[in-house]
């Protein structure tokens, strides 16, 4: 007699319950590590390389002006970088829309120095390059505009250079880091799992005294 679906699926349900039975309560460790590892190795083999590169301005004081306000300014054109306004301006010199460049433009000011970094990033080095000075040019042509009126001007500090090397993550990196994230998420579930019920061992229990010499024995039993 033939076994209908529903009794077929409830056998291949019980021998599969009694197979993860038999495994070690710590198989999620290394199940979990060989996935992150295989994610790993398949970004790093499979994802588009991508490339950065950095050009700087300064922000400068001119005249009367109190230096202490280039740094204001420095903070002030920071913010502007990413603006619409000037990435339709550097669009043409980068070459992408400014869609694109809403992605891949970045800028850092810091709190100490009337310094402004412009990062461009593409999967083309030349690109990267390219879009960095487009950037940082257009910024200093607006501040140009009003320089007059605040009394500080950007300067180029320094010219972006194409990237050698790409800054996403090789195939060994990729590896490493999704063999690092398989693990943490493998310790994560054992330590979350709920244990097994069958054998569990209790706290040391004091037994009888021997010969009346008072010295104790622990014993550990095992309760079912």
Same mark, same amino acid.
Do not use: C, F, N, W
């Given at each position: 007699m033939t076994d209908s679906p529903e009794q077929q699926r409830r056998v291949v349900a019980r021998r599969l319950r009694t197979a993860l039975t038999r495994l070690p309560h710590w198989w999620p460790?290394?199940?979990?590590?060989?996935?992150?590892?295989?994610?790993?190795? +398949? !970004? @790093?083999? %499979?994802? &588009?390389?991508?490339?950065?590169?950095?050009?700087?301005?300064? =922000?400068?004081? $001119?005249?009367?002006?109190?230096?202490?306000?280039?740094?204001?300014?420095?903070? +002030? !054109? @920071?913010? %502007?970088? &990413?603006?619409?306004?000037?990435?339709?301006?550097?669009?043409? =010199?980068?070459? $992408?829309?400014?869609?694109?460049?809403?992605?891949?433009?970045?800028?850092?000011? +810091?709190?100490?120095?009337?310094?402004?970094?412009?990062?461009?990033?593409?999967?083309?080095?030349?690109?990267?390059?390219?879009?960095a000075n487009a950037v940082i040019e257009a910024v200093i042509v607006s501040s140009g505009h009003v320089s007059k009126d605040t009394g500080v001007k950007l300067i180029k500090f320094t010219h972006a250079m194409t990237p050698d090397q790409p800054v996403s993550p090789s195939v060994p990196l990729g590896a490493a880091v999704g063999a690092a994230a398989g693990g943490l998420l493998g310790g994560l579930v054992l330590l979350v799992r709920p244990r097994r019920e069958g054998w569990s061992v209790s706290a040391q229990v004091p037994g009888p005294t021997a010969g009346g010499t008072g010295a104790a024995q622990d014993e550990r039993e095992l309760v079912r």
């Open positions: 460790l290394p199940v979990s590590v060989l996935i992150g590892t295989a994610a790993g190795l +398949s !970004y @790093g083999a %499979l994802a &588009t390389p991508q490339y950065e590169a950095t050009s700087y301005a300064m =922000a400068v004081a $001119e005249g009367d002006t109190d230096p202490a306000a280039a740094l204001g300014y420095a903070q +002030s !054109y @920071g913010r %502007l970088t &990413t603006s619409d306004a000037t990435l339709s301006y550097a669009q043409g =010199a980068a070459g $992408e829309p400014v869609r694109e460049l809403r992605s891949q433009v970045t800028s850092e000011t +810091s709190p100490d120095s009337p310094m402004i970094a412009v990062t461009g990033t593409s999967s083309d080095r030349h690109k990267a390059a390219d879009i």
